[in-house]
T-cell receptor, first 115, second 117 residues
Framework: GNSVTQMEGPVTLSEEAFLTINCTYTATGYPSLFWYVQYPGEGLQLLLKATKADDKGSNKGFEATYRKETTSFHLEKGSVQVSDSAVYFCALRGAGGTSYGKLTFGQGTILTVHP | GAVVSQHPSWVICKSGTSVKIECRSLDFQATTMFWYRQFPKQSLMLMATSNEGSKATYEQGVEKDKFLINHASLTLSTLTVTSAHPEDSSFYIC?????????????FGPGTRLTVL
């Protein structure tokens, strides 16, 4: 079946530091890839997505590139802010078979940014 | 826009009782709703998918009689955990989509923490 593996957290950074959260996946076919963010007390929100190989998703200064050759979708941000503190989930949407259309999530990475 | 609420946000119940969790789409019609379960430090696991007016489709390994799902309207789905036991303690999250299939964005609720004593 499909699976998503994220780097374990928690990740603690100082403001303006560079952020990378690694995400790799296993899937059949050509899944769509997503990053979701969950702020305290709120539901998961879509941060960015990419639907085909070499696509780059971007939003709010975050970027991730769909790398089929390495089955990866690493999240990056050049300069984090305290307000970026949240839990980040990598996910894929299945492209075929019994997993078609269903979201498979990584375990989430807690990010804490200090002033 | 695209807000999904869940009620209650947390609930504690005794073993053997049933608990109902509501999921509402506040500003759009949710043709499809999804229920997930999340264990501590683990990813969200899809439990079931429901379309308004029809029976829910459960994922493999999820007990239909234990987790009753009703999607009676385009803005409300309920999950009832019947005869709850301590192993049912978990974080339950719903999501909703305006699409009738899986291709559209899902909007997530904030989750419900269930503790069974």
């Amino acid at each position: 079946g499909n699976s998503v593996t994220q780097m374990e957290g928690p990740v603690t950074l100082s403001e303006e530091a560079f952020l990378t959260i690694n995400c790799t996946y296993t899937a059949t076919g050509y899944p769509s890839l997503f990053w979701y963010v969950q702020y305290p007390g709120e539901g998961l929100q879509l941060l960015l997505k990419a639907t085909k190989a070499d696509d780059k998703g971007s939003n709010k200064g975050f970027e991730a590139t769909y790398r089929k050759e390495t089955t990866s979708f690493h999240l990056e941000k050049g300069s984090v802010q305290v307000s970026d503190s949240a839990v980040y989930f990598c996910a894929l949407r299945g492209a075929g078979g019994t997993s078609y259309g269903k979201l498979t999530f990584g375990q989430g990475t807690i990010l804490t940014v200090h002033p | 826009g695209a807000v999904v609420s869940q009620h209650p946000s947390w609930v504690i119940c005794k073993s053997g009782t049933s608990v109902k969790i509501e999921c509402r789409s506040l500003d759009f019609q949710a043709t499809t709703m999804f229920w997930y379960r999340q264990f501590p430090k683990q990813s969200l696991m899809l439990m079931a998918t429901s379309n308004e007016g029809s029976k829910a489709t459960y994922e493999q390994g999820v007990e239909k009689d234990k987790f009753l799902i009703n999607h009676a309207s385009l803005t409300l789905s309920t999950l009832t955990v019947t005869s709850a036991h301590p192993e049912d303690s978990s974080f339950y999250i719903c999501s909703a989509s305006p699409a009738s299939d899986y291709t559209d964005t899902q909007y997530f609720g904030p989750g419900t923490r269930l503790t069974v004593l």
